[in-house]
């Protein structure tokens, strides 16, 4: 294992060893609290440009799944087509592992991909500087190697552009109802997750007109990066709110997307929510869910029209988690209900968007 070395935007350093692919990279480094999942959270697009470091100790223990394809065309075990992770920081990698299902190492899966990986990393003490200052940019630089890595843009990057698809894919044709996906770097969970409930998903790209299209609801998806950036999706969605009163739900990008075709605004937090564990309320109950969360920013709740109310709130932060029109069918969750991996509790909110469809 070759030497290497985690350099924070403030000059904070952490030593640790390579695991992973021996190249340097830089972007920004968040930090993940969940204690198993790293297959679906390395192949969620949400994570672009960033590395990405897991708070539970022993990481790699059960492997990696094999990366095949279902029937309905979506990836078997993962959330997407590859890592899209920059980079994968941990406390103590396992090299051996064993799982029924595994079929190679994570290192060799990290090699495979050409995405470093670092070991040896005192995480809680790193996870403590992000607390306390805030996500920063970071580089990743081999210790026998110059210094020449450039320095990683995060902020003003449109990596939703980056991961979106570039044409019009569907799914389960023919089967029913019609939801038109907006693909903001969408979770394979998502449209798994539809498909189970009877419906022919047509996944477009995130800038994508289709408010001329035959339809009956319109799905907003996850996704990378600051939604300031998505204006162009934001004018699809008021153009589509403006032409007709058909079912729209979000997930987590969705949600902020949804909130600005709304007229509210957008913020970044302080680091975060990334983990498995974020308590959320439905609003004007008692009724209270552990869910996934994998986000950087959020909704001003203060700043929603007089037509919109909050849905949800965080437990922890205050911070809102979703949202939902007074009068039309529109709804969305900052959080993941099909949360794989993770609690699947709030899954009932795919339910009630499919209920709505005409």
């Known amino acids: 294992m070759k030497n290497v070395t985690l350099v924070l935007s403030d000059g904070t350093k952490f030593h640790g060893k390579s695991f992973g692919y021996d190249a340097p990279v830089a972007g920004e480094v968040v930090f993940n609290t969940a204690m198993m999942g790293y297959p679906e959270s390395l192949t969620d697009p949400s994570y672009a440009g960033q590395l990405m470091t897991l708070t539970f100790p022993l990481v790699g ?30 406390s103590d990698y396992s090299q051996e592992y064993s799982h029924w299902n595994a079929v190679e190492s994570l290192a060799d899966w990290l090699k495979r991909e050409h995405v470093p990986g670092i070991t040896g990393i005192d995480t809680r003490e790193l996870t403590k ?39 019009i894919i569907r ?15 969408v979770k394979a969970n998502i449209i798994r997750c539809l498909i189970k409930r009877g419906v022919e998903v047509i996944r477009v790209p995130w ?78 109950t008692n009724h209270c869910y552990i869910t996934t969360q994998n986000h950087g920013y959020a909704v001003d709740a203060q700043t929603l029209g007089k037509d919109w109310e909050e849905l949800f709130v965080n437990m922890n932060d205050g911070s809102n988690e979703g949202i939902r029109h007074k009068e039309n069918p529109w709804f969305s969750s900052q959080f993941h209900p099909e949360a794989c991996a993770g609690p699947v509790d709030t899954e009932f909110l795919f339910d009630k968007f499919v209920e709505t469809l005409k």
């Open 207 to 284: 800038n994508y007109d289709y408010t001329g299209m035959d339809f009956d609801g319109l799905f907003l998806t996850n996704g990378p990066g600051d939604p300031d950036m998505c204006m162009d999706a934001v004018r699809i969605i008021q153009k589509q709110m403006n032409a007709s009163r058909k079912p729209i739900c979000g997930i987590c990008m969705g949600n902020q997307l949804l909130a600005k075709a709304g007229g509210a605004t957008v913020y970044k937090l302080k680091y975060g929510h990334r983990s498995q564990n974020q308590p959320v309320r439905l609003i004007g």
């Open 129 to 167: 500087v992000l607390r306390e200052h805030g996500v920063m940019m970071g580089k990743i630089l081999f210790d026998d190697e110059p210094e020449n890595i450039p320095d990683a843009q995060y902020e003003g990057v449109n990596f939703v552009d980056q991961v979106s698809c570039k044409g």
């Open 171 to 185: 799914y389960n044709e023919g089967a029913g109802k019609k939801v038109v996906l907006v693909d903001c770097g």
């Open 61 to 90: 223990n059960y492997g990696v799944p094999p990366f095949t394809i279902a029937k309905n065309g979506l990836p078997t075990y993962m959330e997407s087509d590859k890592i899209y992770a920059s980079a994968l920081i941990v």
